[in-house]
């Protein structure tokens, strides 16, 4: 097992003064092949001199990375950093084992440190300095997962009876056609306004006893094969690798909802299979030639214009009116009057005290500061800051400066790792397809090339699953001549 920290005063005092630190403390409870400890520039110099009296004292390898112009609090630089030397250290070996120190650093180094290992499966260690541990217990501690399954999990839907700021009429609708499974809905919206929360909200108020099932399109790969399977199903022995049935979401949504997000990523040869399955009521499980009715509640949601996307030959024209029988568009938060932005921001507030079982308010200024940002993430974003804010604030109230210094951190900056294509792109002059295809060439690239080689890494940045990016990689290998991105 390899081991990943910050290096904190502490860990550089403890081979200076001949005292304890939080690494010589995991170092002589725990055994690790390696140690990959990351510094400031600042800490250069103390920080050579640590790793060589590192391998004398514990005869391990080390290996230092140093975060050149990297502001101990900046979130965002942080996990950029802390992922670019996970991937680093992947590199060589996808099954390596990681361990993280979440106590070496600064709040917002510890907070990325424990994001990142929650989402990459790694042992996770706090240690305690010895005053403070009673007698007999553990210096090193594994992290209680319960925190950080609390701190992952929450999100926006978990507002109590949410709004969404749609028009009374609008919403009167909605309480018509929810009960109707035969009124496909299609929601639209940017991203992080809450699409899926209104998805469960049509199916609470369907009054439906069923299941509610909710999958995300770009999960498809371009393996047609591969992606019926996922939405219908196959019997076992249907095609290579099948060793066993699999109930696809149309059959586990069967008397329920199905939501299919991002429905504008659907490849064409999968949009004729939906398109026919919404037509009959009715589905095809890969191996059986035995149709199977579904009655099913579908809700598609996007953030791409189809319409748009129908004119470019992008998406079929006459499975886009199937899907949208009805069609709605959720307000970007920015597009909210700010009497509404306070209530949002106050209503996501009392959701997170309740979370963790401990009220905190926030001042009026703040409040009018938060109300006033452009949110370009809307309330995925807006949830971010406020949870970030929460834990770090002590007392009854969230920190003023805490929350400055996050809107100021989140100016000019990009949402969700997307990239602004360079001027004078090489597919402006490009039929709109081939043009998609070149852009999305373009963003699988930087992707890789951002999170040195690491497929997983960059999936995740790319919002797609590393199955999907596999098979892209594989599609171009084969189709440009052993030339991948």
Not at 151 to 164: A, G, V
Not at 369 to 380: E, L, Q, V
Not at 386 to 393: A, E, F, G, I, W
Request: glycine share 6%.
């Amino acid at each position: 097992m390899k081991l990943l920290s910050w290096v904190g005063t502490a860990d550089l005092n403890s081979f200076k003064n001949n005292t304890e630190g939080p690494i010589k403390v995991l170092l002589g409870t725990r055994w690790f092949t390696s140690v990959h400890y990351m510094h400031t520039e600042d800490f250069k110099k103390d920080a050579d001199s640590f790793m060589g009296q590192m391998k004398k004292s514990y005869d391990v390898e080390v290996y230092g990375y140093n975060a050149k112009n990297l502001s101990p609090i900046d979130y965002p630089t942080i996990f950029d950093f802390v992922s670019k030397v996970i991937g680093k250290i992947l590199k060589s070996d996808q099954a390596t084992k990681l361990a993280v120190n979440v106590t070496s650093g600064t709040p917002a180094m510890s907070a990325i440190m424990l994001y990142l290992g929650k989402n990459r499966n790694m042992d996770v260690y706090a240690t305690r300095d010895a005053k403070f541990t009673p007698p007999n217990e553990e210096r090193v501690l594994p992290v209680n997962w319960s925190f950080v399954d609390a701190l992952h999990s929450f999100s926006p839907t978990d507002i109590e009876e949410p709004k969404f700021y749609l028009s009374d009429e609008v919403m009167e609708d909605l309480n018509k056609l929810a009960p109707l499974s035969d009124v496909n809905i299609l929601i639209g919206g940017e991203t992080g306004v809450g699409k899926s929360l209104l998805a469960k909200k049509i199916h609470q108020m369907s009054l439906s006893k069923g299941p509610f099932v909710e999958f995300n399109c770009a999960e498809l790969s371009g393996d047609q094969t591969m992606a019926v399977s996922r939405l219908f199903g196959h019997k076992k022995g249907a095609f290579t690798g099948a060793i066993s049935d699999h109930q696809g979401v149309f059959q586990q949504a069967n008397n329920g909802t199905l939501f299919l997000d991002e429905i504008g990523e659907l490849e064409p040869a999968i949009q004729s299979v939906l398109l026919m399955a919404i037509q009959k009521r009715a589905i095809n499980i890969l191996g059986d030639d035995t149709p199977i009715d579904v009655k099913v509640k579908l809700i598609t949601a996007t953030n791409k214009n189809i319409l748009d996307m129908v004119r470019g030959g992008l998406f079929r024209s006459d499975l886009y009116y199937r899907l949208a029988e009805y069609e709605l568009e959720l307000p970007s938060v920015r597009e909210l009057p700010e009497k509404s932005r306070r209530e949002l921001i106050a209503r996501l507030l009392e959701s997170i005290s309740k979370k963790f079982k401990l009220e905190k308010s926030i001042s009026n200024e703040s409040l009018a500061k938060m109300a006033d940002f452009n949110w370009p993430g809307n309330i995925r974003q807006i949830d971010f800051l406020l949870k970030r804010v929460y834990l770090l604030s002590d007392g009854a109230r969230l920190n003023n400066k805490k929350i400055t210094n996050a809107l100021e951190n989140m100016k000019n900056r990009t949402i969700e790792g997307s990239a602004c294509a360079p001027s004078g792109s090489p597919w402006d002059n490009e039929p709109l397809r081939e043009a998609v295809d070149l852009y999305r060439k373009y963003r699988v690239k930087l992707a890789l090339d951002k999170h040195g080689g690491n497929k997983s890494l960059a999936a995740r940045s790319l919002g797609i699953s590393p199955q999907t990016l596999n098979d892209y990689l594989y599609k171009e290998v084969n189709t440009s001549g052993g030339e991948a991105p």
